[in-house]
Every structure is written in C-alpha cells, then in structure tokens.
C-alpha cells in the first residue's frame, strides 16, 4: 500500500469509527431498566442509584437547557438540540440504531448516557451465571471501561461544543468521580450471598423474590 492511500484508509477508518457508535456493532441493547432489576439491589451496590445521580443520566435533558439552545443557535442549527444527530450521539446511548440492535423495547433516548454506552450492549451478558463470571461476559460482550478509556473519549473529546482543551480528560479522576463499586465483600459471591439472604427471608417467613 502506497503511504497515500495507507493515510486514506486511516482517515476513512477514522471517519467511520471516530464517534460513539464506535463500540454500536456487537450486541442488542436492553435498556438501563433491564440492568436496574439486578444491578438497583442494596446487596449489589445499588449501581442503578449511583447512575441516576451521574450527569450522564440527565445528559439529554441537558439538551434542552438554555446553555443547549445558545450552542445550538451559534452553530446555526435548524433542528432543536435534542432532536440533532449532532447532540444525540454523545448525549444518548444507541441513537440512531436499526431496531435490530435493541433487545428490549422501550430503549428510551431520554435515559441519556447509560450503563451500555460504557459497558457494551447487554444482551448477550446480561444473564446472572453470565455476568458472575468476568471471562464470560467478556465473551459475550461485556466491555471494560476500566482499562479502555477508548470508551470515554469516545464522547469526551473535541467534537463536543463545550470540550475544554486546557483540562482535557483525565481518565483516572473521572473515573473516580462515577465510582459505582460493588462492595468489597460481595464481589465475586454475589449469587452466593444473595442465596443466603433468599434462605433467610424465606425462614422469616417473607416471599422469595428473584431474578433470572
Ligand atoms: C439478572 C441479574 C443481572 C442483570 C439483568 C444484569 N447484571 Fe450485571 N451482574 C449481575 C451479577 C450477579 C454480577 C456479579 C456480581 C459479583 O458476584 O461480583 C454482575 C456483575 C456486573 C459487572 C461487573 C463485572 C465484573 O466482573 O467486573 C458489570 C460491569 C455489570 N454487571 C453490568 C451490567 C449491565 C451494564 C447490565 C445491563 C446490560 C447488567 N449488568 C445486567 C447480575 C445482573
Ligand atoms: C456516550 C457518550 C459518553 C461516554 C461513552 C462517556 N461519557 Fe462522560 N459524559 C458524557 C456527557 C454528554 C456528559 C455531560 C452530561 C451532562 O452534563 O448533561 C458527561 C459527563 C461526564 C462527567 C461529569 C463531569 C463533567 O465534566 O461534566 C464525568 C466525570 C464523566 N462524564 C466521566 C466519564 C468516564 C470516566 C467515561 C468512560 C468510562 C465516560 N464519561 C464515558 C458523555 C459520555
Ligand atoms: C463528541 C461528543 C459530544 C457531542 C457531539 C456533543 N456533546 Fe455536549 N457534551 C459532551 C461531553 C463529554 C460533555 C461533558 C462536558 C465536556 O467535556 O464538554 C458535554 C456537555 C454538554 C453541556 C453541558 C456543559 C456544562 O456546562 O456542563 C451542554 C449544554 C452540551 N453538552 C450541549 C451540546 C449540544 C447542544 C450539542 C450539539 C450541538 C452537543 N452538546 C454535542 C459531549 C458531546
Ligand atoms: C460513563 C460510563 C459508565 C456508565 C454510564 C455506567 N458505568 Fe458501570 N462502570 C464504569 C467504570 C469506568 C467502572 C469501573 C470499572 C473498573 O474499575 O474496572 C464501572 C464499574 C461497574 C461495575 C463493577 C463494579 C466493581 O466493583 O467491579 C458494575 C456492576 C457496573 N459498573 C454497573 C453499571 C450499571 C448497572 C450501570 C447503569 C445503571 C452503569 N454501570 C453505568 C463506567 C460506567
């Protein structure tokens, strides 16, 4: 290949790529209600909560604000910024995806950032024995924004009207300030633990609720 058309490629690749329908090709989205069932658990960490106090969860309605509207107006849009391809993009999870690609209806634009914009689309790991077993949900799809911070800069990056270039993205801070751990002593033994809670409920005579 001629250093030309190698640079060509890598363009069009980059065109292709660059925004954050980057990671879209892999599986079906189901929704953050979906990951809620399990993931809202007190026993789990209630990771559910801690999003809902994230910005990313009210990142659309972000696009109806006044701040929104100026952006909007400077750049001549003619559309409103959250009905714009060239908002929606960052400021949702999955806009724009063939219904093919969504598992579980509805897959609400209004949720804005969701687990899969940074965990992948869940249909293929969001089964309970999957998902206890880090290797297998990596296998059917399960991302790791941890160690892949491909996956922020997929929206955090220049293209965003409000990208600060002098503070830039710091991988490390940012992470920390969405932390949303599963507690130290049930990581790894969740389904064991909750086993043991489901025993004791059902001995105090309570319902055995449940998830598959
Ligand atoms: C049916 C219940 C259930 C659903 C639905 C579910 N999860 Fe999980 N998830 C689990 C369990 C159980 C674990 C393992 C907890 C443990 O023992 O550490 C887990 C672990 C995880 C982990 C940590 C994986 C690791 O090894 O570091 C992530 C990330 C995660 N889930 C994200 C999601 C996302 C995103 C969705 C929605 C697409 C989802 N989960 C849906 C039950 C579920
Ligand atoms: C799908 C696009 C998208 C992805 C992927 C994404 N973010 Fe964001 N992020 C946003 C948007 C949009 C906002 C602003 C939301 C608002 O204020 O309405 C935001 C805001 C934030 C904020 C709040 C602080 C601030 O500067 O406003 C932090 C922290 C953050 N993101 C961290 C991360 C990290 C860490 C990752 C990767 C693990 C990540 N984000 C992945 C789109 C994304
Ligand atoms: C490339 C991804 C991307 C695109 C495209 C994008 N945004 Fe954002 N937007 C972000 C991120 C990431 C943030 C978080 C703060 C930051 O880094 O700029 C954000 C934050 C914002 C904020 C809040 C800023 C604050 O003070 O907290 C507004 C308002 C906003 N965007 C409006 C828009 C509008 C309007 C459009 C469309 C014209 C748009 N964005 C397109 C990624 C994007
Ligand atoms: C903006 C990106 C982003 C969003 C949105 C997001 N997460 Fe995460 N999540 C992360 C990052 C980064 C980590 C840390 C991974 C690590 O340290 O290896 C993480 C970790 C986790 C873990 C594992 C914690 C542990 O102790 O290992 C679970 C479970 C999880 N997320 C579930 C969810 C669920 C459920 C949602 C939606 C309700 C969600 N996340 C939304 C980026 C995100």
Not at 130 to 144: L, P
Request: negative net charge.
């Amino acid at each position: 290949m001629s250093k030309t058309l190698a640079w060509l490629t890598l363009l069009a690749l980059g065109l292709v790529f660059g925004g954050a329908q980057a990671f879209a090709a892999e599986g079906k989205y189901t929704g953050v209600k979906d990951c809620g069932r399990c993931h809202k658990k007190e026993l789990m960490g209630d990771q559910l909560g801690a999003w809902k106090k994230m910005d990313h969860s009210k990142a659309f309605d972000t696009l109806k604000s006044d701040e929104a509207k100026k952006i909007a107006e400077e750049r001549g849009m003619s559309e409103a910024p959250h009905e714009s391809d060239d908002c929606l993009r960052c400021h949702a999870t999955a806009f724009g995806l063939e219904p093919d690609q969504i598992h579980k209806k509805p897959l609400k634009i209004s949720d804005g950032v969701q687990c899969e914009s940074c965990h992948g689309a869940g249909s293929g790991y969001r089964k309970k024995k999957v998902m206890s077993d880090r290797d297998k949900a990596i296998a059917a799809g399960m991302w790791e924004p941890g160690k892949d911070e491909k996956i922020c800069t997929a929206c955090h990056n220049s293209d965003s009207p409000t990208w600060d270039e002098a503070k830039g993205f710091d991988y490390e801070k940012m992470k920390e300030e969405i932390a949303h751990p599963i507690p130290e002593h049930v990581k790894g033994k969740y389904l064991e633990l909750e086993k043991e809670e489901r025993a004791k409920r059902k001995a105090a005579g309570g319902s055995a609720d449940d998830d598959e």
